[in-house]
């Protein structure tokens, strides 16, 4: 007679970590739902960025409105089995943020990437939350999760106990009510670490219909000069349980980061004979492909100086994977064209 073994855990006698987590609901690979969690993707540079909505490492921007200053910038500071961290320095303190002032770090996931979690039905699913935090000061902390229209948000609270590396995890029930998009748009964000004023606040551990950033009661982290907080490995998973974080080839996190922003620093050229019918315009110059289709039609910033001549006009041709931009023929017959973008160029736009 035909008989079943159900195993719902392996646990190991040798190793800190389990070798199989299938009960958590989740994957066994690309668990974690959070691109360059670990902090390593930082096509803009390692300088430090001194304004809201700027980038210290790919895909993950600080949003600033308070009185203080502040930086924030990749540094090689990291826990155990982790190169790099994010680190957010107080320059300036406000000790009391106004309703409608808020500080913090936030990550945002596309809606296509969250469509599984079922958000905004009967079906939603619990995730987990975990991540690595290094504090100057200790207490009680805060970010929260939200939607993308701001108006569905989960605050959380978690405890600092040292002036050491700490993993913190929380658990957040899957939302049943509220607009999760499913699309190329903002899905939801998170935010590790965050201090708001009233305004953006309410009580941990509950959904609440409003856009909130931080729990009620946390501590300020705008509040002493010459704080430092640090951040990394952060991952957002299925399932009620933190699981080890799942580290991911550099390779394959610059390529997911290049969806959202891409940098090029070398000397582009092209040029050649540009044709035109009565009906068709063909522009010829610099053809350049994205090496991965990006969330949506960018713009170009050039880094350097350019210039396209030929033909009778300039021209481009954009779409999300890639572009052509120099010159072109109308009119019908054809011209000699040719253009160079030196230094390079950045795209804009295709952010979230």
Known sequence: MPSELRVDKVSSTTSPYDPVFSTTGGALSHRNMVINGDMRVAQRGTAAV???NKFPIDRFNVQFGTDGTFTAQQVSESPVNFQYSTKWTVTGTDTS?????????RTQLEGQDIAHLNWGSSDARTVTLSFYIKSSITGTFGGAV??????????????????????????IPGDTTGTWTTDNTTGMSIS???SAGATYTNTAGAWVGSGVVNPTGATNIMNTNG?????????????SVATPFEHKSYAEELTRCSRYYHKNTGNLTGGGLSLSTASLDSVVGVSYQFPVPMRTQPTLVFLGTSARQGAVGDGAYYNEKGFVWGRYKNGGGNATTGAYIKD???TSGAEL
């Open 146 to 171: 939200w939607n993308g229209a701001f108006n569905r948000s989960y605050p959380f609270s978690y405890t600092v106990s040292s002036t050491n590396w700490e993993r913190k995890s929380i658990t």
């Open 344 to 346: 390079g160029f950045e």
């Open 192 to 194: 590790p670490l965050a």
């Open 50 to 52: 001194t304004a809201t």
């Open 97 to 105: 943020l106004a309703a409608t002032q808020y500080a913090y770090i």
């Open 227 to 239: 704080a430092t907080y640090h951040i990394t490995g952060v991952q957002l998973e299925l399932g």
